[in-house]
Each structure stands twice: as C-alpha cells, then as structure tokens.
C-alpha cells in the first residue's frame, strides 16, 4: 500500500456539480497539503494542514472548500467549479510541525479533474 | 521576481552526458531546500535535499550557494532512465509544516 493515497484518480465534473477529493497518508505525518499542478505552471500551493488545523489558505477561490477530519485524512470539496481549474490535484503529507525546517513531502498519484 | 524560478528547457542531452540545472529563489530567509524528480503523468518524489555544504548521490550533486540564492542538481553519465522533470523546491519561512514553493521545473530528455 503506498504511503499516500488519493480518490479518485480521474474526475470529470460539470460547472455545477459537488464533487470531493480524497486523500488518505499511511505515514504517521501530522502534516497534509493540497497542491494544484496545471499545465506549463509550477506546483501550486492551495491548503496546509498542520495537526488538523488549517494553518495556509493560499489565496484559493472558495469554491474549493478543504476538510481536515483527523491527522490521515484529507478531502477537498468542490463545487461550481470553472474550466481553468481543470488540472492535476496533489495531495502530500510530510513529517513536520509548525514551523519545521525540515521534512520531505510525499506525495500521492493525484487526482486529474477537468471541468466540463 | 518569482519565489522560485527553474530553466524550463528542454534539455536534451546524449546518454553519458553530464548536464546541470540551476534554480533561483526569492527569499534569502529560506533554509530548506530539495530536488524533486517527476516523471510524465506520475507524482513528484524526492530526489535529494540539498545541504549548504552541499551533497552528493551517485551521478548525482546537489550544490547551494545562499549569497546568490540558487541551488543546482549536477547529473553525470546521463541514463535513459534519468529523463523525467525535475522541480527545485524550497520552503518560505513563515509557512507551518514543512510547505514548500515549487518551481516550473525543468525537463530532461536523454537519447541513445
């Protein structure tokens, strides 16, 4: 079983559907991130959560709506999504605490979402 | 100027080759720092961490020189199997947990 693990794989959604990401780590982290990867873009930051509490929220419409039930899961709920956030979900966790300086992030396969 | 900025290339080397990448950063208060490879349609892993006195994995040598703000991944002796993506990663201080910026990354194809 991989140390990170994400559901769905693949996600093809309409502009007003709900959907949700999983995101499940075996690893004993306390630390989850989402990351959004588009094309010809840099892997960017959307959410931090450090021992369940949200502690990033990087400037992400509130169309997508992260939850943090306990230290190994993770999910992030979407809905009335746009075309352009069509793209590759990563989901990662790392063994770091507030303000670590350390700590290499794993990551899951991800979620590829295109909005239809 | 971006947080962390990579040569996208594409690099295209002959297998043997050595061949070098550099990424540069904004935030001179940044202290961690890493290699990651991605290959195509797959989810990135770690290559190595980059150390200030800078380290070495096989064909592989990661160097950092803060004063200029940018890191390098030296690979020698290029394989097939070397061609992938690779993202330079450093933290932002300030963040909780260990959340780091990516760059672009930067593609290498390697021939026979």
């Known amino acids: 079983e991989t140390g990170v693990t994400q559901t769905p794989r693949h996600l093809v959604m309409g502009m007003t559907n709900k959907k949700s990401l999983k995101c499940e780590q075996h690893l004993g982290h306390n630390a989850m991130y989402w990351y959004k990867q588009s094309a010809k873009k840099p892997l960017e930051l959307m959410f931090v959560y450090s021992l369940e509490e949200r502690v990033e929220n990087n400037s992400v419409p509130s169309r997508f709506s992260p939850e943090c039930p306990n230290s190994s899961h993770l999910f992030l709920h979407l809905h009335t999504l746009q075309p352009e956030d069509s793209a590759l979900y990563l989901c990662?966790?790392?063994?770091?605490?507030?303000?670590?300086?350390?700590?290499?992030?794993?990551f899951g396969e991800g979620s590829r979402l295109t909005v239809l | 100027r971006k947080e962390v900025e990579q040569d996208p290339g594409p690099f295209n080397v002959p297998e043997g080759a050595t061949v070098a990448f550099n990424c540069t950063y904004s935030n001179s208060a940044s202290q961690s720092f890493f290699w990651y490879r991605q290959d195509c349609r797959k989810e990135p892993k770690l290559l190595m961490s980059v150390y200030s006195s800078g380290n070495e994995d096989g064909r592989f040598t990661a160097q950092l020189n803060r004063a200029s703000q940018y890191i390098s991944l030296l690979i020698r002796d290029s394989k097939l199997s070397d061609s992938a993506t690779y993202l330079c990663?450093?933290?932002?201080?300030?963040?909780?947990?260990?959340?780091?910026?990516f760059g672009k990354g930067t593609t290498l194809s390697v021939s026979s």
């Open positions: 990663a450093v933290n932002i201080p300030g963040q909780a947990g260990t959340a780091l910026i």
């Open positions: 990662a966790s790392s063994q770091g605490v507030a303000r670590s300086s350390d700590g290499e992030l794993f």
